[in-house]
Protein backbone atom coordinates (compact mmCIF):
# COMPACT_ATOMS: atom_id res chain seq x y z
CA UNK A 1 0.00 0.00 0.00
CA UNK A 2 1.04 3.69 -0.59
CA UNK A 3 -0.56 7.01 0.97
CA UNK A 4 -0.12 9.93 -1.07
CA UNK A 5 -0.70 13.31 0.86
CA UNK A 6 -0.70 16.58 -0.85
CA UNK A 7 0.00 19.82 0.30
CA UNK A 8 0.93 23.43 -1.56
CA UNK A 9 -2.41 24.69 -2.80
CA UNK A 10 -4.00 27.95 -2.06
CA UNK A 11 -5.06 31.24 -3.82
CA UNK A 12 -2.40 32.90 -6.34
CA UNK A 13 -3.07 36.04 -9.18
CA UNK A 14 -2.24 35.32 -12.41
CA UNK A 15 1.41 34.91 -13.41
CA UNK A 16 2.45 33.78 -9.45
CA UNK A 17 4.11 30.39 -8.63
CA UNK A 18 3.08 27.90 -6.47
CA UNK A 19 4.80 24.67 -5.79
CA UNK A 20 2.81 21.58 -4.80
CA UNK A 21 4.46 18.41 -2.75
CA UNK A 22 3.16 14.94 -2.62
CA UNK A 23 4.49 12.91 0.45
CA UNK A 24 4.21 8.90 -0.38
CA UNK A 25 4.85 6.23 2.83
CA UNK A 26 4.04 2.98 2.68
CA UNK A 27 5.81 0.49 -0.11
CA UNK A 28 9.22 1.67 -2.30
CA UNK A 29 8.27 4.86 -3.80
CA UNK A 30 11.82 4.92 -6.33
CA UNK A 31 10.33 1.92 -8.32
CA UNK A 32 6.73 3.86 -8.49
CA UNK A 33 6.12 6.39 -11.59
CA UNK A 34 4.32 9.60 -10.47
CA UNK A 35 1.76 11.67 -11.54
CA UNK A 36 -0.41 15.07 -11.19
CA UNK A 37 -3.94 15.11 -12.86
CA UNK A 38 -6.57 18.07 -11.78
CA UNK A 39 -9.76 18.41 -11.81
CA UNK A 40 -11.86 21.75 -12.29
CA UNK A 41 -15.74 21.55 -11.37
CA UNK A 42 -18.21 20.25 -13.78
CA UNK A 43 -15.07 18.74 -15.80
CA UNK A 44 -13.18 15.27 -16.17
CA UNK A 45 -9.98 14.54 -13.90
CA UNK A 46 -7.24 15.36 -16.79
CA UNK A 47 -3.75 14.24 -16.68
CA UNK A 48 -0.91 17.59 -16.13
CA UNK A 49 2.44 16.04 -15.72
CA UNK A 50 3.95 12.41 -14.68
CA UNK A 51 7.75 11.17 -13.57
CA UNK A 52 8.77 8.03 -15.01
CA UNK A 53 10.13 6.18 -11.57
CA UNK A 54 13.58 4.70 -13.50
CA UNK A 55 14.89 7.61 -15.02
CA UNK A 56 13.11 10.54 -14.59
CA UNK A 57 11.40 10.44 -17.52
CA UNK A 58 8.93 13.34 -17.41
CA UNK A 59 5.12 14.40 -19.58
CA UNK A 60 3.32 17.14 -19.65
CA UNK A 61 -0.01 18.18 -20.87
CA UNK A 62 0.78 20.54 -23.47
CA UNK A 63 -1.16 23.68 -21.90
CA UNK A 64 1.46 23.45 -18.76
CA UNK A 65 4.72 22.44 -20.73
CA UNK A 66 7.04 25.23 -20.23
CA UNK A 67 5.06 26.30 -17.29
CA UNK A 68 4.82 23.28 -14.68
CA UNK A 69 7.82 21.34 -13.75
CA UNK A 70 7.57 17.80 -12.09
CA UNK A 71 10.43 16.53 -10.12
CA UNK A 72 10.82 13.77 -7.56
CA UNK A 73 13.19 13.42 -4.24
CA UNK A 74 13.15 9.43 -3.30
CA UNK A 75 15.85 10.62 -0.32
CA UNK A 76 12.15 12.05 0.77
CA UNK A 77 9.95 10.15 -0.94
CA UNK A 78 8.02 12.96 -2.60
CA UNK A 79 7.18 14.09 -5.53
CA UNK A 80 6.93 18.15 -6.57
CA UNK A 81 5.05 19.92 -9.19
CA UNK A 82 6.50 23.65 -9.84
CA UNK A 83 3.66 25.91 -11.10
CA UNK A 84 4.84 29.15 -12.71
CA UNK A 85 2.85 31.85 -14.65
CA UNK A 86 -0.25 31.10 -13.62
CA UNK A 87 -3.61 31.34 -15.02
CA UNK A 88 -7.22 31.15 -14.06
CA UNK A 89 -7.94 28.28 -16.46
CA UNK A 90 -5.30 26.50 -13.82
CA UNK A 91 -7.97 26.55 -11.27
CA UNK A 92 -8.96 23.11 -9.82
CA UNK A 93 -8.32 20.40 -7.48
CA UNK A 94 -4.61 18.99 -8.17
CA UNK A 95 -4.33 15.10 -7.36
CA UNK A 96 -1.13 13.19 -6.75
CA UNK A 97 -0.68 9.65 -8.11
CA UNK A 98 1.55 6.27 -7.79
CA UNK A 99 1.68 4.17 -10.57
CA UNK A 100 3.19 0.27 -9.16
CA UNK A 101 2.98 -0.74 -13.09
CA UNK A 102 5.78 -0.68 -15.33
CA UNK A 103 6.17 0.59 -19.44
CA UNK A 104 8.62 1.97 -21.01
CA UNK A 105 6.85 4.64 -22.46
CA UNK A 106 5.61 7.32 -20.59
CA UNK A 107 2.40 7.86 -22.74
CA UNK A 108 1.20 5.21 -20.11
CA UNK A 109 1.91 7.56 -17.18
CA UNK A 110 -0.81 10.25 -19.11
CA UNK A 111 -3.69 7.53 -18.17
CA UNK A 112 -5.34 7.88 -14.84
CA UNK A 113 -6.50 4.64 -14.96
CA UNK A 114 -2.74 3.25 -14.73
CA UNK A 115 -2.94 4.66 -11.39
CA UNK A 116 -2.79 2.59 -8.30
CA UNK A 117 -2.72 5.38 -5.59
CA UNK A 118 -4.31 8.41 -5.16
CA UNK A 119 -4.06 11.16 -2.80
CA UNK A 120 -7.11 13.30 -1.22
CA UNK A 121 -6.23 16.14 -3.64
CA UNK A 122 -5.08 19.87 -2.54
CA UNK A 123 -7.16 23.12 -4.03
CA UNK A 124 -5.36 25.63 -6.69
CA UNK A 125 -7.57 29.04 -7.49
CA UNK A 126 -5.94 31.41 -9.86
CA UNK A 127 -7.56 34.83 -9.55
CA UNK A 128 -7.36 36.80 -12.75
Known amino acids: QVQLVESGGGLVQAGGSLRLSCAAS????????MGWFRQAPGKEREFVAA????????AYVGSVKGRFTISGDNANNTVYLQMNSLKPEDTAVYYC?????????????????????WGQGTQVTVSS
Open 51 to 58: ISGIGGIT
Open 97 to 117: AASGKYYSSIYYYTQKSEYNY
Open 26 to 33: GRTFSSYA
